[in-house]
């Protein structure tokens, strides 16, 4: 009677999975008990199923539940479940096991599936300072977290998102740093999505924001423990979600794109300088190639003599506008960027030769465009990495600019930025001025601004978002 | 939700406006008018905005959570508030008008030779609109993050400018009449600390963020001094020729000529500086506009106010000579009555009741 029953379990499970073809099932017969196991034969550690399941449930004389949960079974993870949450749990890579005679079940953790191991990611290279970046395995990626925090304050909160990924999505906080009213915001605004699947963390960014029409990106995405550990101490709430090397935070600031983890590692002398040279990058990628038109179509009478001579004689003659020539130019820039991200590395020096020396070269030399066209758009260009997380956004403003420089002048660039940091200041995210510490001016964070003081004298977390202890050293 | 502005940017916001009107075209325009004493003239008016600020001070501390319309109802009633605020919106659509003109006078000598008037409608129109559809809040923090830059150039200009005292003119040359006239002629392009009275309710205020207010609208007050007295010292009896002041002042030090056209620099701070004072002009015009007609919203008032500014524009009735004849003259009255009557006429009251309460 209780085998029949047990089976009957297994094909009730199977049938809820939907006889799925990696859906394994195992009926061990111990005496007149007997233990059913369920699982996903592509999601566990076939190793441990054997050595940590199977043989010490056959060598073993009795078989209860209890006998199972405490001393059988030979791996960490054990847990009764009812029959209810059993095809979940098989989902999520245990091995559900169904005892004779036994309304409960339990479910052994023994996960595991093929993940890269932690490595300095593409686009965060540090001179001095960790390496390790995340991987796609989300329980890597906890512990990368964990191993930074020995201590009973960092809080771990699970939320599945996504009718048919039911993706793990982790919460990470400090208790009695992160504010409370903030991490309660996050989970609900994560347990409010309502979607078919989170794929990756970028899945999830637009459900997040405040103002997700918005240009401007307004969560924290980074590929780094240390980084992400540092924000955490600042008051920040981490999201690590399953299958994706990029962990979000939030409250985020767009000052926050400025900053650097080698900022920390380096004198604070020459980070504030970087931090200058970041903030002027931002500037010459979004403004320059706009101003160069407004000189050239609107302003002649302000180009210093000498150089209005050096444009005049190197244009003479170009068979486009000045703002079509710089249009021109700056597509060719972006069709090459394009393509060589999507090609094989092999073929990556034969684009850029092609790109520099035949398409620049030749292009100048034929007269279809100008030297100082081609050095605007190319100094505009690289300066749009000096703010790698912002190329994208930086590189729509470049356009805007331009069109607004060609078709406006200097008054249409300055009227441009000022309405640009209004918008700016107007964006909110969690509580936290966008602008901040500089729009609303907020002088405590000031000290981790443009120009940065020692870390030993920051003495406060950054009061520009919510925290629940505003110290940070004494 | 209600926007509010910290004390901070409410000081940044009337720091600002105190350049509004001031750094081109009426330094000369006081030395045509009063000669030397243009410059007495200058510090008297600007002791007017001072008081002014100080009446502010007043009605605030007594009536801290009300706006200023409900304050002249309380003690004028509805038809006087209305009357006021009337008067305010006129005013407020003038000084936009005198803003807007004397900027594209400015704009047209300096960096557009050949571009048409209505480049510079659409793209003020453009900033303005959509930055009061934002609201005080982001104004007033975009006017934060841009304070320091524009008062650097500020500094930066004086600094190059630095220029022979020895011709810098006399006072009391005319004769008291003179005085009268100079001060009458030319209030209407003071008196911007009633952008403060308008935004009273959206302005968080203690008794002791005073000091933060004349800290910041003290170091415009110096700087409004400095460049009138560079001015002065530079130009001299010639003063009245120059019509852009901030520039001139930086194109005519000969000691930097080698490094270029440095009036650039002045070129961008207006800029900036037309750009957010005339969002701030625009957006408490719309406050006026909406306590008049209470049931309208922003987008309604913005509409309204694009159409009458392009119409009025568009009719060629208002350039900028006769916007500048308009604020010397009739527009002087209007100044008399929101200037100095009405914030003394509620201080009046507010005393008055108070007195009656103890």
């Known amino acids: ?474 | 939700m209600k926007q509010t502005l910290s004390s901070r940017q409410g000081a940044i916001l009337a720091s600002l406006l105190l350049f509004a009107n001031k750094i081109l075209v009426l330094p000369s325009l006081l030395y045509e008018n009063s000669k030397a004493d243009g410059f007495f003239i200058l510090i008297i008016l600007l002791g007017v905005e001072l008081c002014l600020l100080a009446l502010f001070f007043n009605i605030k501390t007594a009536h801290p959570n009300l706006s200023f319309y409900d304050v002249i109802k309380k003690y004028i009633g509805i038809v006087g508030a209305k009357i006021f605020y009337s008067l305010l919106l006129i005013y407020f659509f003038f000084k936009i008008m005198l803003l807007f003109n004397i900027s594209y006078m400015y704009f047209h000598v300096q960096v557009y030779i050949d571009v048409a008037y209505y480049l510079f409608l659409f793209a003020f129109l453009v900033v303005m609109n959509s930055s009061v559809l934002r609201g005080i809040r982001p104004i007033g923090r975009g006017a934060e993050f841009f304070y320091f830059f524009i008062i650097g150039c500020m500094f930066f200009i004086i600094l190059l400018s630095f220029a022979n005292f020895d011709r810098f003119p006399l006072f009391f040359d005319s004769p008291p009449a003179q005085y009268f006239k100079g001060l009458f002629s030319n209030l209407f392009c003071f008196g911007d600390m009633l952008v403060l009275f308008v935004l009273m309710d959206k302005i968080e205020f203690k008794k002791k963020d005073e000091t933060k207010f004349f800290k910041y609208i003290g170091a415009s007050v110096v700087i409004l001094i400095l460049i009138y007295f560079m001015f002065y010292s530079i130009f001299g009896q010639t003063s009245f020729i120059h019509k852009n002041a901030i520039s001139d002042i930086i194109t005519f030090s000969y000691r930097f000529i080698d490094l270029g056209r440095l009036d650039i620099i002045a070129i961008v701070t207006v800029m900036f500086l037309s750009f957010l004072q005339l969002s701030i002009y625009c957006y408490a015009l719309c406050e006026c506009f909406m306590k008049l007609f209470s049931k309208l919203s922003i987008v309604y008032t913005i509409v309204v106010f694009d159409a009458v500014f392009i119409a009025v524009v568009a009719s060629s009735l208002v350039n900028y000579l006769t916007v500048i004849n308009l604020g010397m003259n009739v527009m002087g009255y209007f100044a008399i009555v929101l200037h100095l009557i009405l914030p003394i006429l509620v201080l009046c009251f507010i005393k008055f009741s108070h007195r009656r309460q103890q």
């Open chain 1, 1 to 474: 009677m209780f085998f029949s029953d047990v089976k009957q379990r297994i094909q009730s499970l199977k049938k809820q999975l939907n006889s799925s073809s990696d859906v394994g099932s195992r009926l061990v017969e111990k005496g007149s008990a007997c233990v059913g196991m369920v699982y996903i034969k592509s999601m566990i550690d076939n190793a441990l199923f054997v050595d940590g399941i199977c043989k010490p449930i056959a060598d073993s004389e009795q078989i209860s539940l209890q006998l199972l949960a405490t001393e059988i079974i030979k791996t960490a993870d054990v847990a009764e479940v009812e029959m209810e949450q059993a095809a979940d749990k098989i989902l999520l890579g245990n091995v559900v096991l169904i005892i004779s005679g036994e309304e409960k079940l339990l479910a052994v953790d023994i996960l595991k599936y093929p993940a890269r191991i932690p490595s300095e990611p593409p686009t965060s290279f540090v001179i001095q300072g960790p390496r390790e970046g995340f991987t796609e395995d989300i329980r890597t990626n906890i512990t990368l977290i964990r191993r930074r925090f020995y201590n009973k304050n960092l809080v771990l909160k699970d939320v599945f998102v996504g009718r048919y990924s039911n993706t793990r999505i982790t919460i990470a906080f400090l208790k009695g740093i992160a504010s409370k009213e903030v991490v309660n915001e996050i989970i609900e605004k994560l347990k409010s999505i309502d979607t078919d699947g989170i794929i990756d963390s970028h899945y999830i960014i637009k459900h997040l924001e405040k103002h997700p029409r918005s240009l401007f990106k307004q969560v924290g995405s980074m590929e780094k423990p240390d980084i992400v550990a540092a924000k955490m101490l600042e008051g920040r709430v981490a999201m690590i979600i399953d299958g994706s090397p990029i962990v979000l935070t939030l409250p985020f600031l767009f000052f926050e794109e400025v900053q650097a983890s080698n900022d920390y590692y380096n004198s604070y002398i020459y980070s504030s300088f970087i931090r200058v040279v970041r903030l002027l990058g931002i500037l010459i990628a979004v403004v320059i190639p706009g101003i160069y038109i407004a000189l050239r179509v609107f302003h002649q009478n302000i180009i210093p003599i000498k150089f209005l001579i050096t444009i005049t004689n190197t244009t003479k003659g170009l068979p486009f506008t000045p703002f079509l020539e710089m249009l021109f130019i700056s597509l060719l820039f972006q069709i090459l960027y394009e393509v060589s991200l999507r090609l094989p590395s092999y073929l990556g020096l034969a684009t850029s030769i092609v790109g520099a020396l035949i398409l620049g070269d030749t292009g100048v030399k034929a007269g279809l465009i100008s030297p100082p066209g081609v050095i605007i758009v190319a100094l505009a260009k690289i300066a749009l990495y000096t703010v790698p997380e912002q190329a994208y956004q930086l590189t729509i403003l470049q356009y805007l600019f331009l069109f607004i420089g060609g078709s406006v002048g200097l008054i249409g660039i300055i009227g441009f930025l000022v309405y640009l940091v209004i918008y700016l200041a107007s964006l909110d995210s969690y509580g936290a001025p966008y602008l901040a510490p500089y729009a609303p001016r907020v002088f405590p964070d000031l000290e981790d601004g443009v120009f940065m003081k020692p870390t030993n004298s920051m003495k406060m977390r950054p009061q520009s978002f919510k925290n629940a202890n505003k110290t940070r050293q004494k």
